[in-house]
């Protein structure tokens, strides 16, 4: 079976950094696409940054150059540095990937909490 676990999430004030991280774990072939998507109370999930097994990245307009997405092929796992944070980055922080098992799907971890506060 197979799992995504985060870590990283807390509290934090406007213009500090928080690094999240996720890992992935059970009968794993291989991880395409890896990615952070966020929810924010009576917002629908969005985007933040994903990135292939290439190592090309995309980022949600919002975040970029404030935010970092990295991944470790070796160890199944996903990074974002998160700097520069802004109340608005307040959400739960979902990780997510594309990941062969015994079948393709998309998977998502159970979500972490950032709180920026003004």
């Known amino acids: 079976q197979v799992q995504l676990v985060e870590s990283g999430g807390g509290l934090v004030q406007a213009g500090g950094s928080l690094r999240l991280s996720c890992a992935a774990s059970g009968s794993i072939f291989s991880i395409n696409a890896m990615g952070w998507y966020r929810q924010a109370p009576g917002k629908q999930r969005e985007l933040v940054a994903t990135?292939?097994?290439?190592?090309?990245?995309k980022y949600a307009d919002s975040v970029k150059g404030r935010f970092a997405i990295s991944r470790d092929n070796a160890k199944n796992m996903v990074a974002l540095q998160m700097n520069s944070l802004k109340p608005e980055d307040t959400a739960v922080y979902y990780c997510?990937?594309?990941?062969?098992?015994?079948?393709?799907?998309?998977?998502w971890g159970q979500g972490t909490q950032v709180t920026v506060s003004s």
């Open positions: 997510n990937a594309l990941i062969h098992s015994d079948l393709v799907r998309n998977y």
């Open positions: 990135i292939a097994s290439s190592g090309s990245t």
